[in-house]
């Protein structure tokens, strides 16, 4: 399986106000991608995870996708 991104995110912290950034680590299902698609490392996707979870209850990212 390919990873979504070449090399590690250069993001240091994941901002829950950032959702820009966020989306790129959310599939079309509104699904947060997992570790092996997204190349980080294990404190990183929990980080990550925190963040869209807190995004999605502030209504900056949807719950699920419109389909």
Known sequence: MAKIFK???????FDY?????LQRYVNSYGQ???RKKTGLSE???RHLAQAIK??????LLP????S
């Open 7 to 13: 090399y590690r995110s250069d993001v240091a912290f």
């Open 17 to 21: 106000k950032d959702f820009k950034t």
């Open 32 to 34: 947060i991608e997992t």
């Open 43 to 45: 404190s990183q996707q």
């Open 54 to 59: 807190r995004a999605r209850h502030i209504a």
């Open 63 to 66: 719950f699920i996708a419109n």
